[in-house]
């Protein structure tokens, strides 16, 4: 009798825990608005082409593969 009680006594503890700490977290981030941002850098890569034959179906995939094993 006591595991049927304890068990969701506790997930449900566990799950308002959980929600509690998230939302005191959210409304220290809104209150924390003054503190210096990180800055990060920014990196640009260059631009990739990348060409191919679209194969119709799996029979000719599988028969492109066959006569490059060859």
Do not use: N, W, Y
């Amino acid at each position: 009798m006591f595991d049927r009680l304890f068990a969701p006594l506790l997930t449900f503890s566990v799950l308002i825990a959980a929600t509690l700490s998230i939302a005191i977290a959210m409304v220290e981030e809104g209150r924390g608005s003054t503190t210096q941002q990180a800055s990060a850098d920014v990196i640009t890569m260059p631009a990739v082409t990348i060409t191919g034959k679209r194969v119709q179906s799996v029979a000719e995939a599988t028969q492109v593969l066959r006569t490059t094993m060859e």
